[in-house]
């Protein structure tokens, strides 16, 4: 019996193949052909049982027979906003990492100490939906493009301007008597709430931007004893977000 092979085609129902990647996939790696069944998922909840009406060396058109949607694995929105490392390679391990796991929103920042002030989201979007598909989520988290801390935090308070409300935390590695004082996230996370996670570069950030954050309603978090790499705070600031609102 063949495995069933799952493909993101985002307008699934207004279409009849799939888009060229993943028809280059389906019939050059997979060998799909004409009868052959497969799940198309659309990155915002639905699945779709459908079967290879055509095949030929560059396309491959479908027929959906079933349509599947999904129940959410968590309620509120989960937002990851980090510093890419210097060494592109443990950004996208991460981005394909926190995927599997499940959330819903990653911004890259740019912050005074960045060691990485640019990022192509295009290769980061191919791992985001690789990842999607290998652990069957229903939803693909947006990706935004990399922005100025500073303006990402005005970004932020617009939204909450215009009725988003969130849980909005900072992790940094600052003990200054002039700080608030830091909880662990896992005990900070409120069930059910929007979350927005920060992260900042292998630097950390700046003392300038955590006092920024903390004036603009983030609170500081830790996220236990030991010392993390950015991006293994980062997957750690996912995990908790989701295993709060399993």
Same mark, same amino acid.
């Given at each position: 019996?063949?495995?069933?092979?799952?493909?993101?085609?985002?307008?699934?129902?207004?279409?009849?193949?799939?888009?060229?990647?993943?028809?280059?996939?389906? @019939?050059?790696?997979?060998?799909?052909?004409?009868?052959?069944?497969?799940?198309?998922?659309?990155?915002?909840?639905?699945?779709?049982?459908?079967?290879?009406?055509?095949?030929?060396?560059?396309?491959?058109?479908?027929?959906?027979?079933?349509?599947?949607?999904?129940?959410?694995?968590?309620?509120?929105?989960?937002?990851?906003?980090?510093?890419?490392?210097?060494?592109?390679?443990?950004?996208?391990?991460? @981005?394909?990492?926190?995927?599997?796991?499940?959330?819903?929103?990653?911004? /890259?920042?740019?912050?005074?100490?960045?060691?990485?002030?640019? #990022?192509?989201?295009?290769?980061?979007?191919?791992?985001? @939906?690789?990842?999607?598909?290998?652990?069957?989520?229903?939803?693909?988290?947006?990706?935004?493009?990399?922005?100025?801390?500073? #303006?990402?935090?005005?970004?932020?308070?617009?939204?909450?301007?215009?009725?988003?409300?969130?849980?909005?935390?900072?992790?940094?590695?600052?003990?200054?008597?002039?700080?608030?004082?830091?909880?662990?996230?896992?005990?900070?996370?409120?069930?059910?709430?929007?979350?927005?996670?920060?992260?900042?570069?292998?630097?950390? /950030?700046?003392?300038?931007?955590?006092?920024?954050?903390?004036?603009?309603?983030?609170?500081?978090?830790?996220?236990?004893?030991?010392?993390?790499?950015?991006?293994?705070?980062?997957?750690?600031?996912?995990?908790?977000?989701?295993?709060?609102?399993?």
């Amino acid at each position: 019996m063949k495995e069933v092979r799952y493909f993101y085609v985002p307008d699934a129902l207004s279409m009849n193949e799939l888009p060229d990647e993943e028809a280059q996939h389906a @019939v050059r790696v997979l060998r799909m052909q004409m009868g052959d069944e497969m799940v198309l998922m659309d990155g915002s909840g639905t699945f779709y049982r459908a079967v290879v009406t055509e095949a030929t060396k560059k396309r491959c058109l479908y027929r959906i027979e079933e349509k599947f949607p999904q129940e959410r694995q968590w309620l509120p929105h989960l937002h990851l906003a980090m510093a890419p490392t210097k060494n592109l390679d443990r950004t996208e391990w991460f @981005v394909e990492k926190a995927t599997e796991i499940g959330f819903d929103e990653l911004t /890259f920042l740019k912050c005074r100490w960045s060691e990485r002030t640019a #990022i192509k989201t295009e290769r980061m979007e191919k791992i985001l @939906v690789s990842a999607m598909k290998q652990s069957h989520k229903a939803w693909k988290p947006v990706l935004n493009e990399m922005t100025d801390f500073k #303006i990402f935090l005005q970004e932020i308070e617009e939204r909450e301007k215009n009725g988003e409300k969130m849980q909005k935390f900072i992790c940094h590695c600052y003990e200054e008597e002039n700080l608030d004082e830091k909880v662990v996230l896992k005990d900070a996370i409120m069930k059910g709430k929007d979350v927005l996670v920060l992260v900042g570069p292998e630097g950390d /950030f700046s003392i300038d931007e955590v006092k920024l954050a903390l004036s603009r309603g983030f609170q500081s978090v830790s996220l236990g004893k030991s010392r993390l790499r950015t991006e293994t705070a980062a997957l750690v600031g996912v995990h908790l977000m989701n295993l709060a609102n399993q």
